[in-house]
C-alpha cells in the first residue's frame, strides 16, 4: 500500500484564501443584484375613473401610458393619453426618492409618499396586469382594488376618482391598449 500523500500548507492556504475570495465576489454581486436601484427606465400606465371605483358605469374614465425615467433618486413620469376623457391637467410629474426593489416600487409625488407593490396576481382585471407594480385607491373601491399608496391628488384629481397606477417589471414597454 502506498502511503496517502498529505497536502502541503502553503496550497492548503492559497485555497483557503482563493474560496474566501470567491465566497466575498459571490455575496457583493448578490447584494448589488437584489438591493433597490434609484436608477432606470419604467413603462407602465395609469387608469382613471371618476365614479370612485375600477368598474364604474356611466362615469368618465381615462387612460394613460406613465414612462417613469430615474436618475441617482430623481427623475419625471410622463403620461401621454390613450382614451376616455383626458382628465389630469399636468402630464409630466417630478418625482424624488425613488427606489425599486423585487418587492416595490417607490417614490415621492408632489410631496406625497407612492408605494406600488409588486402583484403577482392581478384580480382587479382577471389577470391582465399580473407581475407589475400596482397601486390603486378609490373611495368607493371594494378592498380587494386597494392596492399600495396613492392618491387621486398625486395626479390633480379631486378625492372621488379612481386611480390605478403600474408599471411593468424589466421596464416593460409602452402599451396600446390600457385598460
Known amino acids: 500500500m502506498a502511503p496517502a ?8 492556504l492559497v485555497l483557503s484564501i482563493g474560496a474566501i475570495i470567491f465566497a466575498l465576489a459571490f455575496v457583493g454581486v448578490a447584494f448589488v443584484a437584489l438591493s433597490p436601484s434609484q436608477d ?8 382613471v375613473n371618476e365614479g370612485g371605483y375600477s368598474n ?8 394613460y401610458n406613465a414612462t417613469l425615467v430615474a436618475r441617482g433618486g430623481n427623475g419625471t413620469i410622463l403620461f401621454t393619453f390613450l382614451s376616455g376623457t383626458d382628465v389630469i391637467q399636468q402630464h409630466l410629474l417630478t418625482m424624488t426618492n ?12 408632489g410631496g406625497q ?9 392581478d384580480t382587479v382585471w382577471a389577470g391582465q396586469f399580473d407581475n407589475n407594480y400596482i397601486a390603486s385607491w378609490g373611495p368607493s373601491a371594494p378592498a380587494y382594488e386597494v392596492r399600495g399608496t396613492v392618491s387621486p391628488s398625486v395626479f390633480g384629481l379631486p378625492s372621488h376618482d379612481y386611480v390605478e397606477f403600474r408599471f411593468e417589471a424589466l421596464g416593460g414597454e409602452a402599451s396600446a391598449n390600457c385598460c
Open 40 to 47: 432606470g427606465t419604467l413603462y407602465g400606465t395609469l387608469f
Open 56 to 63: 364604474a358605469t356611466a362615469s368618465i374614465t381615462a387612460s
Open 98 to 109: 425613488y427606489t425599486i426593489s423585487v418587492n416595490q416600487v417607490s417614490m415621492t409625488l
Open 113 to 121: 409618499q407612492v408605494i406600488l407593490p409588486w402583484e403577482i396576481n
Open 5 to 12: 500523500k498529505s497536502m502541503d500548507g502553503k496550497l492548503l
